[in-house]
């Protein structure tokens, strides 16, 4: 689908929306995505015939910012690969996330489930030196005293200041809550910090704004009040604040978090209590302690409604000219891309 | 190049596919060679390959690595039903699985979010971690329970390898499959005991 375009110069509103390739599977969740040279963003989500089935792979896509068009997708990793390289029996694949480590190599972390549903959950890493065109194989993240299990991956990794990876992951197996992992250069986990404890939180999405100062932002999964929950951080992450709720809301469901260049933490989720028909941008300029909805992309009478009108999991990030892109799963067979620029962002809703 | 835990972790499921093997037919009670065949029987059905994975690899799919409590008392038991000889005496073994018992206790109802202390953490090199595992180490050899030294060491060893894809040292040390048959080994006995009896009164 060639994208739809309101604008294209930096001063100008931009906004562009297009659905990326999908050539074969029926379900399609969960997008995460990098800049990298050249001028390209690459992409990865996995899809399949539905959520947990066998053939359920882990497809990626490359975007050239400069043409604004996506290549046609491919499986970067299948059931049966992982299972090869792992060593291990593999039943399913879950949530991809990419990142850079401190050497500035492409790092994708991936959810693999040997027995049983999401709870049984393990993170697995290959690494590119590359920029994406070819990968190491997977090796197995250790995180849990369980087997090894139920640890999952949805937030943006990010870069400690002594170098370490970081990892906003979380845990499903009875309790529900967040915690930050660290990672050594060959991806063996070497610490984790409790971002959250209990049976409501995760998820979690880590926006750090300096070497000491971050925010987190959680999904919440417990009695209503539905609201995000958010966690601070002043000593790099070594101690957390206790987690809190928001007055945004949250139908239990994930959510993107980028500090913008010049300062605004800019946030998409789905703006209702209850369900996920509605996804939109939140602004923040006080690093979080107060917000307000500066745009609505999905829900609203303007943007073509899905079969299942179902717009979940943004993953959002600023390239380097500016542009914010935001990546989500819409009506679970699509990922869709949204890229717009301050102009747009600021300008009236 | 393959990794020492992709030879590693298999081998250990392998190693706990044959105990349990050896165990549950009692091995012990058939002639020396029948013995052999059947655990060579056994190692060829949980190494070789069927449909790209061995019966090792499908196990480490569920259990992961496995700890050195787990290698050990396995390795043990393999010896006894080949060999008719007993390795481990009862006392060397209660206690162990006191500790093992104790340290579940301490290490999972924690690691499962509960609170915000995590146990777990404390394996990535915990001074304080390390330092009550020495003193049970010194402890335990100081008064001959020289199967908690064994496993210590087979695990600090294995630690310090990294023979394992995990940098925990908890992971070496422990994990859920040894916490159930130590505490089944320790409760097992008290329960049998305390069922009512018939007798009137």
Known sequence: ????????????????????????????????????SGGRLVAFWYGGSREGASDVAIYTSVYSLKEGTWSPERAAMTRELAQRHLQR?????????????????????????????????????????????????PRRLVASPFFNISTLVKGVPLVFSD??????????????FGELLRLDSEGHVIGKMRLSWGQSSLQPVIVPRSDKEAVGFMRYSGDPPNRIVMVRTGDGGVHWSPPARTELPNPN????????????????????????????????TDFGNTWRIARRFEGGSGSPQAPVPEYSYPWI???????????????RSRIKHVRFNRAWLEGRP | MISASAILG??????????????????????VRARYAVMLVAALAAFVPIGGLSIAAYVRGVTGDLSAATLVLAGAACFTQLTGRTLTGHRDKQALCWLLALAAAFLYPFALGWTRFDPYALGFGSVEF????????????????????????????????????????????????????????????????????????
């Open chain 1, 163 to 176: 170098g370490a990876a970081g990892l906003p992951a979380y845990h499903e197996l009875l309790g529900k």
């Open chain 1, 253 to 284: 469901s994930a959510i993107g978090s980028v500090l913008l260049s010049g300062g605004p933490l800019l946030l998409a989720f789905n703006n209702a209590a209850e369900n996920r028909e509605d996804l939109s941008l939140a602004l923040s």
């Open chain 1, 89 to 137: 029996y593999i039943r399913k694949l879950g949530n991809p996330v990419v990142g850079r480590d401190s050497k500035g190599r492409l790092c994708l972390y991936f959810v693999s489930v040997s027995v049983g549903g999401w709870a049984g959950s393990a993170v697995n890493l290959m690494v590119s030196e590359d920029e994406g065109e070819t990968w190491s194989p």
């Open chain 2, 130 to 201: 390390v330092t009550a595992l020495l003193l049970i180490t010194v402890a335990a050899w100081v008064t001959r329970l020289n199967l908690i030294v064994l496993v210590v060491v087979v695990a600090a060893l294995a630690f310090l390898a990294g023979a394992y894809e995990s940098r925990n040292l908890w992971d070496y040390l422990i994990d859920p499959l040894v916490s159930v048959y130590a505490l089944v080994r320790l409760l097992a006995p008290r329960i049998i005991f305390r069922q009512p009896t018939n007798r009137s009164p």
């Open chain 2, 10 to 31: 298999p081998l250990g499921c392998g190693l706990l596919g044959l105990a349990a093997v050896a165990s549950v037919i009692r091995l012990r009670r058939l002639p």
């Open chain 1, 317 to 331: 990030m600023q390239d380097r000219a500016g542009d914010v892109h935001v990546l989500y799963t819409w009506g």
């Open chain 1, 1 to 36: 689908m060639p994208p739809q375009t309101a604008g294209a110069s930096a001063a100008t509103p931009r906004y562009e929306t297009q659905l990326l390739p999908n050539s074969t599977a029926q379900s399609v969740h969960s997008a995460t995505a990098a800049e990298i």
